[in-house]
């Protein structure tokens, strides 16, 4: 995903363990498109009008790769 989003892997690591979120728009926007997410979930974990076997099929890969 760093390489995807041209990003230092450390960078990315950080913000996949809620360290720290992107504060660059057009990365927050880069990133919503890469993994099909909405704001919502990337700030707040939540799915907010996220369809309901999308979140279940995201949630699924989110605890697979921990």
């Known amino acids: ?3 995807l989003l041209s990003v230092a892997r450390q960078r990315w690591i950080n913000w996949e363990r809620g360290r720290h ?3 660059d728009l057009l990365m927050m ?3 919503c498109e890469a993994t099909d997410v909405t704001l919502d979930y990337i700030f707040r974990g939540k799915a907010g009008g996220m ?3 999308l979140y279940v099929g995201l949630e699924k ?3 697979e790769g921990e």
């Open 51 to 53: 369809p309901d076997r």
């Open 61 to 63: 890969r989110r605890t």
């Open 21 to 23: 979120l992107p504060d």
């Open 1 to 3: 995903m760093a390489q």
């Open 29 to 31: 926007q880069r990133l």
